[in-house]
């Protein structure tokens, strides 16, 4: 059992180049989501998918789409990248999506931009 | 603006003593509160939740919980050089999981 699978796992850009960061889960989850961790700032959720057809912001969306691709795809594009966006990006989901779930973290892809 | 603060540490503690973290958050109507364990280089996993004012034990973990005084606490008991983690305290804000707030985490060393 995967659980949640994270690709790549390391990226290195130069600036103004795109890239898609990919998530799945076999866990029949219904929500996902998109964390960035940087150091002393925390993890901090990009965008979410309550559920399949429907995408939200969360705190930080600038910059970033999403695609909630089937029930098992939620991807990640950068479409043009900035230092800014040097970070640990971090796939999760959770079975419903209510506020009392475990999230199950994906691997992570450490991405650098140049 | 919704706050989840931690003391960054690093908070070190001999092997076998009690490991105390703590939590406080801004919004007095958040009612799910979680802790994550990361290890150096990996993705963080659950190791408590807890809703309700009080205590809740899980083996040598205990989360405690003050909703008047807005804070979120985690002891570790008997603590080993395993448990060398940074560990995250999570708060929900309003009804869903979106609104999810994670700390910036405390850094733990246990010395054998």
């Known amino acids: 059992n995967a659980g949640v699978t994270q690709t790549p796992k390391f990226q290195v850009l130069k600036t103004g180049q795109s890239m898609t960061l990919q998530c799945a889960q076999d866990?029949?989850?219904?929500?996902m989501y998109w964390y960035r961790q940087d150091p002393g700032m925390g993890l901090r959720l990009i965008y979410y998918s309550a559920s399949e057809g429907t995408t939200d912001k969360g705190e930080v969306p600038n910059g970033y789409n999403v695609s909630r691709l089937n029930k098992r795809e939620f991807s990640l594009r950068l479409e043009s990248a900035a230092p800014s966006q040097t970070s640990v990006y971090f796939c999760?989901?959770?079975?419903?999506?209510?506020?009392?779930?475990?999230?199950?973290f994906g691997s992570g892809t450490q991405l650098s931009v140049l | 603006q919704k706050e989840v603060e931690q003391n960054s540490g690093p908070l070190s503690v001999p092997e076998g003593a009690i490991a105390s973290l703590n939590c406080t958050y801004s919004?007095?109507?958040?009612?799910?509160f979680f802790w994550y364990r990361q290890y150096s280089g990996k993705s963080p996993e659950l190791i408590m939740f807890i809703y309700s004012n009080g205590d809740k034990e899980d083996g040598r973990f205990t989360a405690q919980l003050n909703k008047a005084s807005q804070y979120v606490s985690l002891l570790i008991r008997d603590s080993q050089p395993s448990d060398s983690a940074t560990y995250l305290c999570a708060v929900v804000y309003g009804g869903s999981q979106g609104n999810l707030i994670f700390g910036k985490g405390t850094k733990l060393s246990v010395k054998p």
């Open positions: 999760a989901s959770s079975e419903e999506g209510r506020p009392n779930e475990k999230l199950f």
């Open positions: 919004d007095r109507g958040s009612q799910s």
């Open positions: 866990m029949n989850h219904n929500s």
